[in-house]
């Protein structure tokens, strides 16, 4: 995976989510944004919800890929900047489908952009949560089925016919799996 912002170039030597992950850490750690808004795994093991996180230490548990989608990124963008203008550069790691639904909440008022740092990857689909939550753990086996195949088949049906799986042009970083 090569991921590039402003000529900046980093190559991971792991796996993809491991290699993202990675790649906020250091980012964060250089200061090229002050905290970062990603998916997490909840403390059950079950689900996964948006953390603002300033630590890197605490993205052990971070998930940039998580296999089902709770809450639309965009809604958790939307509530971080609802009252304007924050103190603090965040990026936002969340799907181009997310992305595209940030911008136009950006463009209805409802989400200020200012000192949010777009970071979408690269996304086969999300599993459907009525399968996810009858077995997390085999939902877990056929995200990563999916993922490492590129396939569509256990996805949600919407995502079955997304075409714009890969970088949608409004993000700030896009990287790519």
Known sequence: MVATQKGAIFQ?????????????????????FD?????ARVPAGDSFAYLLIQD????EDASPLPPIMPVQGARAVS????RG??????????RPCE????????????VNLEDIILVTVDCPGV????????????????????????????????????DRFSA???????IGV
């Not at 905290?35 to 998916?39: D, E, G, K």
């Not at 203008?85 to 969340?94: P, T």
């Not at 992305?99 to 409802?110: D, F, G, H, S, Y």
């Open 99 to 110: 992305a595209m639904a940030t911008i136009e909440l950006a463009k209805l008022k409802q």
């Open 127 to 162: 599993v459907p949560l009525s399968e996810y939550f009858k077995s997390s753990e085999k939902g877990d086996e056929l995200f990563k089925d999916a993922f490492q195949n590129w396939s569509s088949e256990p996805m949600r049906p919407v995502c079955k016919i997304c």
């Open 35 to 39: 905290a970062v808004l990603i998916p």
């Open 168 to 174: 949608t042009g409004g993000e700030d970083l896009h």
């Open 85 to 94: 203008k924050g103190k603090k550069k965040i990026a936002a790691i969340i």
């Open 12 to 32: 991971a030597k792991s796996g993809a989510e491991e290699g993202i992950l990675d790649f906020i850490k250091q980012a964060l750690s250089q200061g090229c």
């Open 56 to 59: 890197e230490s605490l993205l």
């Open 79 to 82: 509530s971080i900047t609802k």
